[in-house]
């Protein structure tokens, strides 16, 4: 039996691409106010995994209950509308609107009684794309173009547009990838922001940006969870090195 109070609760998980399993009965908790991380060997599972959860891939059996609901059965619309963001490595942001047009785009606009979509009031949206800019170091660049944004700040909108939808949980595949070094400090402390509200669950290969924000570590390995605890006890678990140093 598993605890309710998970965010997330992925339960014996497996997906089979030509008899391959690709995730193999793997089981995974997130909770409230967390930063996972998942790491592992090329071909380990651990996109795969992402995708499973956002419904882009559908599993061949297994669970995924996210704040109660089961998600496998569930649209990969139905799933960012329960509250699950995801953001791919490449930034699709618009790069010819402003960083304020990119983010207000990006508002959750609602439907009115005959179904028709409408935005917000405009001060609701313009005070929560403040915020969102806010979070995201790009408070003062609300008026420039988006194509002109340094590759780390261009990530930090991508991840702008999906907070600005207040999803529960924010996933993110290598989100300091092709950063500089301050680049990714401000991306561990904007993180550790949201986390505050959210969840996070993160696929990242550079072990001292795993260090500055993972509250648990998971270990894939051929589809399956090699480990899992804090960075320091996964890094000392033989298992974990010898997969590292076998590779
Ligand atoms: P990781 O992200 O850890 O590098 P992936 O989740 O991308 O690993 O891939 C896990 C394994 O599943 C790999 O061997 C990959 O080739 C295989 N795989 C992933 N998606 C598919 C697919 N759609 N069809 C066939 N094989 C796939």
């Given at each position: 039996a598993v605890p309710k109070d998970f965010l997330l609760a992925v339960e014996a998980l497996t997906v089979s691409f030509d008899g391959f399993k690709?995730?193999?009965d793997l089981s995974l908790y997130v909770d409230e106010n967390e930063i996972r991380v998942i790491i592992g060997p090329n071909g380990a599972g651990k996109t795969t995994v992402l995708d499973l959860i956002c419904g882009r891939t559908k599993p061949t059996s297994g669970s995924i209950r996210f704040a109660g609901e089961e998600?496998?059965?569930?649209?990969e619309y139905e799933i960012v509308r329960a509250g699950v963001g995801r953001k791919f490595q490449n930034p699709s942001i618009?790069?010819?609107?402003t960083v304020f047009e990119n983010l207000e785009l990006s508002f959750p606009r609602g439907r009115d009684v005959f179904g028709a979509l409408f935005f917000k009031r405009d001060g609701e949206v313009k005070s929560r794309v403040e915020e969102v800019a806010g979070m995201i170091f790009l408070k003062d660049h609300?008026?420039?173009?988006?194509?002109?944004?340094s590759h780390g700040q261009k990530q930090w909108l991508e991840i702008g547009m999906l907070l600005i939808q207040s999803p529960r949980l924010l996933m993110l595949d290598?989100?300091?990838?092709?950063?500089s070094v301050a680049e990714r400090v401000k991306t561990a402390e904007l993180l550790h922001t949201i986390i505050r509200n959210q969840s996070v669950i993160v696929i990242e290969h550079d072990m001292k940006f795993v260090e500055d924000i993972a509250t648990r570590v998971t270990v894939l390995h051929q589809g399956r969870v090699l480990s899992e605890g804090s960075m320091e006890r996964v890094k000392n678990d033989p298992k974990v090195i010898e997969v590292y140093l076998g590779h």
């Open positions: 690709a995730v193999n998600l496998t059965t569930r649209r618009y790069e010819d609107l609300l008026g420039v173009q988006a194509g002109i944004l290598e989100p300091v990838a092709g950063m």
